[in-house]
C-alpha cells in the first residue's frame, strides 16, 4: 500500500465527509493506493457515525474510536500503531490542511528518501492570538532542537512508515515529533510549504494553555532524551558542584574565623550562601541516586533502535 492517512479527530462532525471526499478525489486521480485512518478521539457528536457509514461505503477507510478524550498525541500514536503504508501522512480533520497536498509529500518521501517532510504553513489562516503565542515556540523549539523547522505543530506531516514505528508519543508531545524523531536517529527531516485554511466549521480545541503545556514538555523532552539512561551524569554533576562552592565557602569562613577573629561567622551573609550549597548539592547528588536506581529498573534500559544488521541475526 502506498499512502495511509492518519486523521485524529474530535468532535468534527461538518468537516468529515467532506474532507473524505476531498481525500478520495486526490489519491483516485494519482492512482494511489491507500487506506484512510479515522482515530475517534471520544467524540461525543455524531462522528464515529459518520466514519461507521464511510467504511460501509469503502473498506479503505477505517476508523478506531477511544472511549473518552485522551488528546491528538494519543490519538495519532494509535493511528501510527495500524498504519500500514509505506509513507504514512497526517494531517486534522478540519479541513484546514489540504490533501492537495498528499502526491507532493507522497513523492518526496518516496523517491527523494526523506525520514519526515513537515507541513509549513507559511500563509496561515488564524486569529492572531494564536500566530503570536507560535512563533515564539518555534524559535524556541528551533533553539533548543537545532532542527531548521519553521512550523514545528503543523497538523500536515508525511513520514517513511519506519518512523512512525519507532517513536512513541503521548501527552502533547505531538508538537515535537520532528524533534522526537531526530533524536531518535532519524535525520533527513525537510519542510514543505503547505496550503493552510482558516477553519470552516466548528472550534478550536486549543486554548492559549496549549503554551505552558508545550514548553513543559519540551523541557522533560530534552532531559528524558539526554539523560533519561544516565540521570546521575545531570544530577551529579550539578551536586557536585553546588556541594563545593559550599565546602570551599565554608573552608574559607573557618580560616577567616580562626586566624582572623574579628566577626562572627553568622553575620556574615556568605555563611547562609555556604550552607545552602552544601545542603542543595547533597540534595541533587541524592535525586540522581534515585533516579539512576530508578532506570536501571526500567524495563527500557536496553533499548535501541537498530538500523540494520548483517550477518549472524540470532541476537535479534
Ligand atoms: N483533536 C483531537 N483531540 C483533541 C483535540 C483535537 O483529536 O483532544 C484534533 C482535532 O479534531 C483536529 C486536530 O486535532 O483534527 C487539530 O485540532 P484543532 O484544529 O482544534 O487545533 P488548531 O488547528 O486550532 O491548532
Ligand atoms: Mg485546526
Known amino acids: 500500500m502506498n499512502i495511509s492517512i492518519v486523521i485524529p479527530l474530535f468532535n468534527e462532525e461538518e ?21 484512510i ?29 477511544f472511549r473518552r478524550n485522551y488528546g491528538k498525541s494519543a490519538a495519532l500514536n494509535r493511528g501510527f500503531d495500524l498504519a500500514k503504508g509505506d509513507v504514512v501522512i497526517t494531517m486534522d480533520a478540519d479541513l484546514q490542511d489540504s490533501p492537495e497536498e498528499i502526491p507532493d509529500l507522497y513523492r518526496l518521501i518516496k523517491n527523494e528518501g526523506f525520514d519526515i517532510v513537515s507541513g509549513w504553513k507559511k500563509k496561515r489562516h488564524d486569529p492572531i492570538g494564536k500566530r503570536l503565542p507560535s512563533k515564539f515556540f518555534n524559535w524556541t523549539t528551533r533553539r533548543i ?76 523532552l530534552t ?20 556541594f563545593f562552592i559550599g565546602l570551599v565557602i565554608a573552608a574559607y569562613l573557618t580560616y577567616a574565623k580562626v586566624f582572623m577573629m574579628e566577626y562572627k561567622m553568622t553575620d556574615r551573609p556568605l555563611f547562609y550562601f555556604g550552607l545552602l550549597a552544601m545542603v542543595m548539592g547533597t540534595q541533587v547528588f541524592v535525586a540522581g541516586f534515585l533516579a539512576e ?18 550477518g549472524d541475526k540470532s541476537a535479534e
Do not use: Q
Not at 228 to 237: A, T, Y
Open 15 to 35: 468537516s468529515l465527509g467532506e474532507l473524505t471526499d476531498w481525500i478520495l478525489r486526490v489519491v483516485n486521480r494519482e492512482n494511489l493506493s491507500y487506506e
Open 37 to 65: 485512518i479515522y482515530v475517534d478521539d471520544g467524540s461525543s457528536d455524531t462522528s464515529w457515525k459518520i466514519i461507521e457509514d464511510l467504511n460501509r461505503g469503502n473498506s479503505n477507510i477505517k476508523g478506531i474510536k
Open 145 to 220: 532542537s537545532k532542527l531548521k523547522l519553521h512550523d514545528f505543530n503543523c497538523g500536515l506531516k508525511a513520514y517513511k512508515n519506519v518512523v512512525v514505528k519507532n517513536i512513541e508519543i503521548y501527552g502533547e508531545m505531538h508538537r515535537y515529533i520532528p524533534v522526537i524523531a531526530k533524536w531518535a536517529g532519524f535525520s533527513k527531516i525537510t519542510e514543505k510549504v503547505v496550503n493552510h485554511n482558516a477553519r470552516k466549521y466548528g472550534k478550536s480545541k486549543y486554548g492559549l494553555e496549549r503554551i505552558m503545556k508545550g514548553y513543559l514538555d519540551l523541557i522533560s
Open 223 to 242: 532531559f528524558v532524551s539526554k539523560f533519561g539512561k544516565r540521570p546521575m551524569h545531570f544530577f551529579g554533576l550539578i551536586g557536585t558542584l553546588l
Open 293 to 310: 536506581m530508578i532506570s536501571r529498573n526500567s524495563f527500557h534500559r536496553n533499548e535501541y533502535l537498530i538500523e540494520a544488521m548483517v
